[in-house]
């Protein structure tokens, strides 16, 4: 009886290795040749059947130099801005609060006082805060001068905060 079951066992194992498989090819069912390495196209796909009409590449629009060497005027004629580059440095902390209705009305407040002075200013919300921040500065320095500017404008109680600044909107250190 042992020798039965091993024989069995050993067919079934010498079946289940080598035996064919059952999974089916799909692009057999679909009437493709394609070979195993992928680099042949399907025998349902015919390159002549494709014009010239039904292929469209568009290049890229590129700036065009107006003559100054530093501006450039798109297609349109539209003056392109530069691109904000996000990197480490300090923004003022002017107020924070919990509700966000009353940060909201002090947003404004402060845009009317700052964004005239050339300072942004930004609502975030860290939870479970709402933080009114005030300008975009680079270096230590210019932070500096920014806070000294928001306690001259009645902001008495902000401070410097490290934070992730947008790099062309530093007006302190151009």
Aim: aromatic content about 6%.
């Amino acid at each position: 009886m042992k020798k039965i079951l091993i024989i069995l066992f050993s067919i079934l194992l010498i079946s289940a290795c080598g035996g064919k498989s059952s999974i089916r090819d799909t692009d057999t069912d679909l009437g493709s040749s394609a070979s195993a390495s992928g680099n042949e196209a399907p025998a349902w796909f015919n390159a002549a059947d494709i014009e010239e009409n039904d292929v469209e590449i568009k290049e890229k629009e590129r700036p065009k130099a107006t003559g100054t060497g530093e501006q450039y005027l798109s297609d349109n004629s539209e003056k392109e801005k530069p691109k904000n580059k996000i990197v480490d440095g300090f923004r003022i902390q002017l107020k924070a609060a919990k509700s966000s209705t009353k940060i909201k009305e002090q947003l404004a407040i402060a845009r009317s006082v700052f964004n005239p002075l050339g300072y942004e200013v930004y609502l975030i919300y860290e939870s479970p805060l709402y933080k009114l921040r005030l300008g975009d500065s680079i270096t230590r320095k210019s932070a500096e001068k920014a806070l000294d500017l928001s306690k001259a404008k009645g902001y008495r109680d902000s401070w410097i905060v490290p934070d992730s600044v947008n790099s062309s909107l530093d007006k302190s250190e151009e």
